[in-house]
């Protein structure tokens, strides 16, 4: 039904930029938040940013000043913009969404097949 569409990741030099793109397509209704993830080999799953349903963005301390995320909510997209990227932002990336299919009433939890990002000289 719901797919989640990601597009953008590769390899780049330390300091330089990368934006990833999300797509959701299916039988939506309605997205509430939407948002990227990334897990690196031997650490936990944690957030990079997320657009709130409200159109609010929120980005955590660890990448602030350095990643910036969009929502078009038109195209049912999420962007995450890169920038300054460094070798431990090296990670799988993960489009991450909450959406409504037409004909519920809930929302379930999306995930990505994840995409790579490796920043290495």
């Known amino acids: 039904q719901v797919q989640l569409v990601e597009s953008g990741g590769g390899l780049v030099q330390p300091g330089g930029s990368l934006r990833l793109s999300c797509v959701a397509s299916?039988?939506?209704?309605?997205?509430?938040?939407m948002g990227w993830h990334r897990q690196a080999p031997g650490k936990q799953r944690e957030l990079v940013g997320v657009?709130?349903?409200?159109?609010?963005?929120y980005v955590p301390d660890s990448v602030q000043g350095r990643f910036t995320i969009s929502r078009d909510n038109a195209k049912n997209a999420v962007y995450l913009q890169m920038a300054n990227l460094k070798p431990e932002d090296t990670a799988v990336y993960y489009c991450?969404?909450?959406?409504?299919?037409?004909?519920?009433?809930?929302?379930?939890?999306?995930w990505g097949q994840g995409i790579q990002v490796t920043v290495s000289s």
């Open positions: 991450n969404a909450a959406i409504q299919a037409y004909g519920l009433t809930w929302s379930n939890d999306h």
């Open positions: 299916g039988s939506i209704a309605r997205i509430e938040r």
């Open positions: 657009v709130f349903s409200g159109g609010t963005p």
